[in-house]
């Protein structure tokens, strides 16, 4: 099947200071990524809609300020988390659609657990 | 807005036991897809089976099934002869039927398979 990477599937950092994770699709083009917010024991929130070539859709209460994405080709979508503060420690899971694919599921990656200090 | 709703937080049963997952969903949709996911300790999401609303049978893959009831908007997953590897967060979610849409999940099961 489909594979979604994502870079790197951990990361400390301080408070003040800007992350990015990387969200690949591995063997297939993707023109939707979508990326999760998930707290321990509790489900997947939905951040945002990324479409290749366009600005992300966010979700209401996400701040699109804090939370920069960036779906530059097919196979590749960004997430930075600007000006990290403890609060933002989380799990961070993306999600790519194919291009041609005409049923779902979305594809997930494996995740990234994100501790701001 | 389409909502999905898991009200058993967590559940244990013994292995080689049958056991079975509910959720409930609300849509004013005709056409979407139905999902149950696993993630295990891991975290990496599974898809475990996947039911299109305009099928009337009910999905199943291996030791998984589905009891689709459309007209009560009911969803719920069986798994039979459950494993120790069946130990993971189940989620249940919906998408309407349109490429690209995006996955709502409700909040999960937490099932334990007991030795």
């Known amino acids: 099947g489909a594979v979604v990477s994502q870079h790197p599937s951990w990361v400390i950092c301080k408070s003040g200071t800007s992350v990015k994770i990387e969200c690949r699709s591995l063997d297939f083009q993707a023109t939707t990524m979508f990326w999760y917010r998930q707290f321990p024991k509790q489900s997947l929130m939905l951040m945002a809609t990324?479409?290749?070539?366009?600005?992300?859709?966010?979700e209401q209460g996400v701040e699109k300020d804090k939370f920069l994405i960036n779906h530059a080709s097919l196979t590749l979508s960004t997430l930075t988390v600007t000006s990290a503060h403890p609060e933002d420690s989380s799990f961070y899971i993306c999600?790519?659609?194919?291009?041609?694919?005409?049923?779902?599921?979305?594809?997930f990656g494996p995740g990234t657990r994100l501790t701001v200090l | 807005a389409q909502t999905v709703t898991q009200s058993q937080p967590e559940m244990s049963v013994q292995e080689a036991e049958t056991v079975t997952l509910s959720c409930t969903y609300d849509t004013s949709e005709s056409n979407y897809y139905l999902f149950w996911y696993k993630q295990p300790p891991s975290r990496q999401m599974i898809l475990v089976i996947r039911?299109?609303?305009?099928?009337?049978q009910n999905a199943t893959e291996n030791r998984f099934s589905v009891n689709f009831q459309k007209a009560a908007k009911s969803f719920s997953l069986k798994i039979s002869d459950s494993q120790l590897g069946d130990t993971a967060m189940y989620f249940c979610a919906f998408m309407k039927q349109v490429r690209d849409d995006k996955i709502i999940f409700g909040k999960g099961t937490r099932l334990h398979i007991l030795p």
């Open positions: 039911q299109e609303a305009y099928k009337q």
């Open positions: 990324s479409n290749e070539g366009s600005k992300a859709t966010y």
């Open positions: 999600s790519a659609s194919e291009r041609q694919g005409a049923r779902p599921p979305q594809y």
